[in-house]
């Protein structure tokens, strides 16, 4: 739990002691490569944070072709945002994509974390500002880029997800063909 | 300056003395219909609640074409939450699409505001949690729609925009050309 620790004091501080204290909210979780910790359709019962490992989180569409809309490395979070807030069913499934170790808290646990230590309450806004921010870019580079220039951009920005995850789901997070990635590295290779 | 007290008090209860302490962090600005109060490249200098009206977010792409990326209509804050969190140049324009009424509060004064009443980090929390989640709702129905059923999910979700917004916003909003939505709007009326 020692990388969420940190990971709280990069944006507010936050004591070891009230660390200590906080810790038992959370449930640490060992997933083996593809286990899914989370379902569309059921409800959305916890916030994950990733301790160890990567994440995604995709939704089956309606031709049964899985597609990943967010991917989670060590410090990020991870849920179906409003489905949480709203303590709705999920619209997503949550998988690992290499076998993880994961914090989760519940969502009444989670509320009552913020009302003993409200200050935590800075440090979830940051994150979700981050998040909603970086949804922003993401539909700009969607809506001007040509396919090509998604690929690489997305690969030149986030190196350490082409190294860890697997050429179908990044094809799948932007939209592509995993042929159309495949052709496109090979020509970029040649 | 009603509509925000009473829209924090949506998610957080916070007094009319608190808020006659925070009013002043606040301008209040009219905006003509097609006026401009951020610019693409510019600093991302404030943050935005709309009063009365109608403002979107858009970028000009490569070929100078204006794309919208999000609305807000009354109650809904707006700015490029994370060239605002860094502190850098905004990626994106935000114009009002109606004669408009909105709070400003730039980033220093936002601090000021949120340390000096860390309840509103509840509050604005739970703000980017919602338009978050909503971002990734947006990514799920990009996937895995038809052109037609996202113009009229889109309708039918949001009918506060389909009578005010402009239709080639709504298009430009959704990735279709105005010239699509014109055709699929008359072949339902037939």
């Known amino acids: 739990m020692l990388n969420l620790f940190q990971h709280i004091n990069q944006f507010i501080s936050f004591s070891e002691e009230e660390f200590a204290q906080i810790r038992p909210y959370f449930e640490v979780i060992k997933l083996n490569k593809k286990e899914t910790i989370a379902r ?6 916890a916030n994950y944070f990733v301790l160890e490992g990567c994440l995604h989180m995709y939704f089956i569409n309606t031709k049964g072709v899985n597609q990943t809309v967010q991917f989670a490395l060590e410090n990020w979070w991870l849920n179906d945002a409003l489905a949480f807030y709203k303590q709705a069913s999920s619209e997503f499934y949550i998988q690992a994509i290499e076998s993880s170790s994961i914090a989760l ?4 646990q989670q509320e009552e974390v913020l009302s003993k230590f409200p200050q935590l309450e800075r440090y979830f806004r940051i994150m979700y500002q981050i998040a909603y921010g970086s949804a922003l870019k993401r539909v700009q580079i969607e809506m001007q880029s040509s396919k090509e220039y998604k690929y690489f951009h997305f690969i030149e920005k986030f190196p350490a997800f082409a190294n860890r995850v697997p050429q179908y789901l990044i094809a799948s997070f932007l939209g592509l063909t995993p042929e159309y990635v495949s ?3 090979s020509k970029k290779r040649t």
Do not use: D, F, V
């Open 40 to 45: 569309q359709n059921a409800a959305a019962k």
């Open 105 to 108: 808290i519940s969502y009444a």
């Open 183 to 185: 052709e496109i590295r």
